[in-house]
């Protein structure tokens, strides 16, 4: 896609790495060109006036010119610093996680800005939520949709007879639930309860307004969470380095609870 030399975008960091001696190389989410690597020369400066303004997870403004390899980001104003992602490691851990399933499902200058409006709901949802496993779920579940690999939840996926509530199969390669009769298509399916079924087509089809008034116990959550995380695993082909962090941390805080 051909751009102006120099050009305006609205933009989340996703991922920001140290680059040379002063600056640093920025991925960025924009909503009007996709997704950009940047460079932000000087930018970790004490006395730069882009210090502060393209930190990780940080919503800005930006002015860019175009380099030979790479955009230079010339100007950036903070637009929502989400300073509460930086301040608690539990809503930083879900925020990374958030920025790393778009960065693996977004390809460089592919524009939709329904996926930046979706990152930008995702990191306020992160920034006030305490219900970090039901907003992770309800955003793959989006995410999933916008990218074309929504998973079937009404019809079996083999034999497109309407799903029943009861105890089904949720099969990661052929993208959807299995019927109990249909099981045998996919022997790696994995079960799945009643409730979970119904719980997933109601984030499926529901507003983050009303799926955030839920209160679900742990165990039927952790079973979503290892549901949709086989799910995207298979979809991508690797695992997710921000999901390895987010058990390790809910490991420790286990042991710690123990320990009190």
Same mark, same amino acid.
């Given at each position: ?6 050009? $305006?975008? @609205? &933009? ?7 680059? #040379? ?18 460079? =932000? ?10 210090? #502060? ?5 940080? $919503?800005?403004?930006?002015? *860019? ?10 100007? =950036? @104003? ?14 930083? =851990? ?17 524009? !939709?800005?329904?996926?930046? !409006?979706?990152?930008?709901?995702? *990191?306020?949802? %992160? ?7 039901? &907003?992770?779920? %309800?955003?793959? *579940? ?38 109990? !009769? ?6 790696? &399916? ?32 952790? @079973? ?11 979809? *991508?082909?690797? !695992?997710?380095?921000?999901?390895? %962090? ?15």
């Amino acid at each position: 896609m051909s751009r102006e030399r120099t050009i $305006r975008a @609205e &933009a989340v960091v996703l991922r920001r790495i140290d680059f #040379g001696e002063a600056d640093r190389l920025l991925t960025l989410y924009t909503r009007e060109f996709g997704k950009l690597k940047a460079i =932000a020369k000087g930018a970790r400066k004490p006395q730069s006036r882009k210090t #502060g303004h393209v930190e990780l997870f940080m $919503r800005s403004k930006f002015l *860019l010119a175009k380099g030979r390899d790479l955009d230079i980001v010339t100007q =950036a @104003e903070m637009v929502t610093a989400y300073a509460a992602l930086r301040e608690d490691l539990v809503r930083a =851990a879900y925020a990374a996680y958030s920025v790393e399933l778009l960065d693996r499902f977004t390809v460089e200058e592919d524009v !939709n800005p329904q996926i930046y !409006n979706l990152i930008v709901q995702a *990191l306020d949802w %992160f920034t006030t939520t305490r219900e970090f496993l039901l &907003a992770a779920r %309800f955003y793959e *579940l989006r995410l999933l949709a916008l990218t074309g690999f929504q998973p079937r939840l009404f019809h079996c996926v083999a034999c497109g007879e309407a799903i029943q509530e009861q105890d089904q199969f949720f099969s990661a390669e052929l993208g959807g639930l299995l019927c109990p !009769n249909c099981q045998t298509a996919d022997r790696r &399916a994995q079960p799945i309860a009643a409730a979970g079924v119904k719980v997933l087509r109601y984030l499926q089809t529901r507003s983050w307004e009303t799926v955030s008034h839920l209160k679900l116990k742990r165990p039927l959550l952790h @079973e979503l969470e290892q549901i949709m995380h086989s799910y995207l695993i298979h979809i *991508l082909e690797r !695992n997710l380095k921000s999901v390895d %962090f987010l058990h390790r941390l809910r490991r420790e805080a286990e042991l710690f609870t123990i320990d009190d």
